[in-house]
């Protein structure tokens, strides 16, 4: 957990300027795979992560990163993973969309649609059963509330008042299908009301009112009281992934959301309060430069998994 505002800022520049540098090391052709970008959507997971500590679990997306750097995920590893590295968290087995690290809470991402809520679910219910009052938080995307795994873990998880936080990042956009397009109802929160459980729509670019609402239904479901579903509406600057033409919304829409960017807001209040000047904010935004650029080059520098240990962990010792 951390609240203090300033920690709050320097994690959110982490999670910028992890994916500001990545964008430019997959245009220079040194990224295996896809790179799915987070920029733009930092509150979304400062605001929630910050108030979980290590016994809650969470649980990711395709689009993971900045959930597995607010919750406390180590950097050098964290980008040797991201590379396919031997000296990434997972070994290099899991890449960009399934890194995990449950020292930490981090029970993975998931490239499956939707996949991630049901594990969550099923965290939760371990979680319910072992009395310790911990929460699970499932992470998923507004395209992924159409799919059959949404509605089958809110029904399940409001009918045993599992402490499950459901939280959509509502970007707009189903990987290039305007959300709004597929839906006669494109509040995803105003859902929650035929499961039984509270929903409430958050602005995503707010770290404050992020932390706020996350406060709330941690609060409801570490009382035994159930799950929450929040949406947070916020935009993702890239296309679903880097190269992505984005042909299917207009620079007028990015440049609007780019306005409400969550970092400069944030640093807009610190600015305003007693919480810090310019030049160390200056300065918490060149560490974060320098400590990823540092990570990148670890990674660049790792050595590949050897073929004969593809087989290992597959099965428990």
Sequence with gaps: ?????????????LIRACETQLNDVFARNLFPGY???????EACAV??????????????????RGHYLAKGMALRPMMAEMFGRASGICG??????HAADPAIGVLGGNGIVGAGLPIGAGAALGMQLDGAGAVAVAFFGEGASNNGAFAETLNVAAAWRLP??????????????????????????ARAAGYGLPGETVDGNDVFAVRDATARALARARAGDGPTLLELETYRWGGH??????????RDEEAAWKARCPVARLRAVLLAGSDADAARLDAIDAAAEAGVAEAIRFALDSPLPEPERALDHVYAA
Aim: charged share 20%; glycine share 10%; hydrophobic share 40%.
């Design 47 to 64: 605001g929630v992560c910050s108030l979980l500590g290590d016994g809650d679990k969470v649980v990711s997306t395709h689009r993971g």
């Design 241 to 250: 992934f880097e190269g992505d033409p984005k042909k299917y919304r207009s």
């Design 92 to 97: 290099g087995r899991a890449g960009e969309m």
């Design 35 to 41: 790179i799915h970008s987070y920029l733009g959507q």
């Design 1 to 13: 957990m951390y609240d203090a505002p300033l920690d709050l800022y320097a994690r959110m520049m």
């Design 164 to 189: 499950l936080l459901l939280v959509c990042e509502n970007n707009l956009y189903a990987e290039m299908t305007p959300f709004a397009d597929t839906v006669a109802q494109p509040r995803v929160a």
